[in-house]
């Protein structure tokens, strides 16, 4: 945690832009706002730049960042099949190179804390090179540990059995996780691929050892009919319901897609206080649909911003799927005022907060916030000049060249849109250098 102070600049703040102001911030914390020259001291120069609440980005698959452009133009389930082949074949040096490309990205749109959802897999080296990119990134995260104890290597009952252990192996392995990364900017979820992927003895102890723990448990849930079709096929209920039935809906899951969800669902899923990750770009490049977000959201549920991983996106802008979240549902519901920037931003910087076991975030910075902050400029992309609104300069032409400063903790981990922590230029030869399995 770090001690700054942010000068002379416009903040968003209780929902409007408050124009020079000093942004102090303590222990990482954002200990107070104040007129500027009222701190009596000099920090970072923010004159003429804006400053807004890192984003959130509650989905990706950080592994698919060495998979761009993968299987492009198949339907879920056969795209699923191909990345697989990737994930079966991933070593540790290739996930840490992953981790930390994926995360870099992500910090450089404006992005202060991922939800990673890995893939099962029962190699421990690979898990500790995951912790180890994000730890050297500076980024936040909530690290999903993939777990399954269902079988199907057609992944449409089941999951790839070349990725799976047994079950009370997965749970002790979580619980080391949990004890390695305390006291880091990492926290350890429960990361499940559908609900075809856990038996109901499955659901029983993950249920159990999460709830005890506190600890989020994040699924992948109705992103196509086929989560509806199979468990109704196999145990006579749609998905929602069987997940119900099970206990398997509570206050710490977030649930991932959704698109599929209809109003039923909508109602089972707010009664439990479920989250959910809204992932606009990936459900449009695979063809899946657009989630029904007015319709969430008037249902009571809590909705956040998703990227998914950069094998179905194919990038980790949040800056770009902040944008097209909003537009996809203005085109669908065929209404242009729809999702300004105040709306996309509580959604993207908080939405789905209370689901991931994060402080609430809603109407810019506030004091007391955890100071995950993020400064952009404007003139860095003259696409983006003249700004006549900054919020809707943000939203209709914002990009990652905008983004000058990244703070996780009150550490600036991004500063004149590069890493203060990696070296790119290494960096990207690793990346160039990757043979393809």
């Known amino acids: 945690m770090h001690n700054t102070l942010i000068h002379d600049v416009t903040v968003y703040s209780g929902g409007q832009w408050l124009p020079h102001r000093d942004v102090v911030v303590g222990a990482g914390v954002v200990t107070d706002i104040l007129h500027a020259g009222s701190s009596g001291s000099t920090g970072v120069d923010g004159t003429g730049a804006y400053l807004i609440p890192g984003f959130v980005n509650t989905h990706t698959h950080m592994q ?22 990737d994930s079966v074949a991933i070593t540790p040096e290739r996930a840490y190179t992953a981790t930390v490309a994926a995360s870099l990205e992500a910090l450089r749109s404006g992005t202060t804390t991922l939800v990673e959802h890995m893939w099962p897999h029962p190699s421990t080296d690979v898990h500790e090179a995951v912790v180890k990119g994000l730890n050297d990134t500076g980024i936040r995260a909530v690290l999903g540990r993939g777990t399954a104890d269902r079988a199907d290597s057609s992944r449409r009952w089941g999951f790839d059995p070349r990725l799976m252990q047994p079950l009370h192996e997965v749970l002790d392995h979580v619980e080391h996780l949990a004890d390695n990364v305390a006291g ?45 079709v199979m468990c109704r096929e196999h145990v006579g209920l749609g998905a929602v319901d069987y997940l119900d039935r099970h206990g398997f809906l509570w206050d710490r899951v ?33 063809g899946s649909g657009v989630a029904a977000v007015p319709d969430m959201l008037a249902a009571g549920l809590r909705v956040g911003l998703g990227v998914d991983g950069a094998a179905s996106n194919d990038t980790q802008d949040m800056l770009e799927t902040l944008r097209i979240g909003a537009y996809v549902q203005r085109a669908v519901n065929k209404k242009a005022d729809l999702f300004g920037f105040d709306a996309m931003l509580d959604i993207a910087s908080g939405g789905a907060n209370a689901a991931l076991g994060l402080a609430p975030c809603a109407g810019g ?73």
């Open 254 to 286: 977030l649930a991932v897609h959704c698109v599929e969800l209809d109003a039923h669902g909508r109602s089972v899923l707010a009664e439990r206080g479920v989250g959910i990750s809204y992932n606009p770009l990936s459900n449009m490049r695979l």
């Open 365 to 437: 910075v506030s004091v007391g916030d955890v100071a995950d902050l993020t400064m952009v400029r404007f003139e860095r992309d003259f696409a983006c000049l003249p700004v006549r609104d900054p919020g809707a300069s943000l939203l209709t032409t914002g990009t990652r060249q905008v983004v000058d400063t990244v703070w996780v903790d009150g550490e600036a981990v991004i500063r004149d849109g590069r890493s203060t922590r990696v070296d790119e230029h290494e960096l990207i030869r690793s990346l160039s250098s990757l043979s393809l399995p």
């Open 184 to 228: 880091t900017r990492i926290s350890i979820a429960v990361a499940v691929p559908n609900p075809r992927s856990l038996t109901s003895d499955g659901m029983a102890a993950v249920r159990e050892f999460t709830r005890s723990r506190d600890m989020t448990v994040m699924i992948h849930l109705l992103e196509t009919p086929t989560d509806d």
């Open 64 to 85: 698919q960042s060495l998979m761009r452009g993968i299987a492009e133009g198949i339907p879920l389930l056969e795209w699923l099949l191909a990345v697989a082949e």
